[in-house]
């Protein structure tokens, strides 16, 4: 499907699933009338891939909603495992650089995009370095002022909610 000019991909994406992934022959022969013979069984594997594709975003968005809502996203997880999930395909993008037709991917881009997310992480981890100073701190300021006027316990569970949170 490489062959295929970027807005005939896109309708024939549009095509599968609003069709449900089904109907292979029907858009073989679409594909034939826009000018490209291409079998029903390579539009098959193109829309399974298409579709596995679509499942992992879906498996993907789904945990990234279940992390927040258990852990929340105060720590910044999400925003870390997207990075790395991104770092990963473009990793995997590189070590398939032979298999890709130089025509239809622009290395400078694909530079920028690296730099860009590196600096993103770099970041976050700098902004949680913050934070948990911060909380260090927070907590050397609750132990000397309230040693003497706060039960060890209470003091206890204070610490544990604020290094809960960073």
Known sequence: MRQLPPEVRQELDRRLIERGF????DLASWLAEQGYEISRSAVHRYGKSVEERIERLKAATDIAITIADEV????????????????????????????IDPDNIDIVRLGRVVAEITRSSISQKRFMAEVKEKARKAIENIEQKAKKRMDPELLKIVKEEIYGIA
Do not use: C, H, P, W
Not at 22 to 25: D, E, F, L, P, V
Not at 77 to 95: G, H, P, S, W
């Open 72 to 99: 929340g996203d105060d720590a910044g997880k999400v925003t870390d495992a997207v990075v790395r999930l991104y770092q990963e395909k473009i990793f995997n993008a590189l070590l398939e650089m032979e298999n």
């Open 22 to 25: 089904s109907n292979y022959s």
